[in-house]
């Protein structure tokens, strides 16, 4: 079973709609409806790819680090959305707090309505 906050891994799409590679992304939440499709970011360890102020950077130092299934620092690209399937999902390998969750969601609200 999916739920938000999880990491899971998908074979993540690229902005040109080609095939990625399979790659960790977090879940941020299900859509409204009668499908089963989830809205997930995605997640790399390309840290200086990282957007300052926007993206979310994952340290070993951090509580929820051991708990995330990742294996090295990693960053949470809130700019790489993607709206899919949850048969797409190949499972959950961890989680992030529900703190960081909260974070990323109003980070991502912010931006999509700010003025």
Known sequence: MIEEGQIVLIRFPRTDL?????RP???????????DDW???MISTQIARAIGGFDEIISADDPDF??????TESVVRIS??????RRALSGAIGRIHSERLTRIRKILSDWITEK
Not at 18 to 22: I, N
């Open 39 to 41: 809205l997930i970011c």
């Open 18 to 22: 080609t095939q990625g590679k399979l």
């Open 25 to 35: 992304a977090v879940v941020i939440r299900k859509l409204p409806g009668p499908y």
């Open 80 to 85: 790489r959305l993607a709206i899919v399937e």
């Open 66 to 71: 051991g708990s995330s299934g990742l294996k």
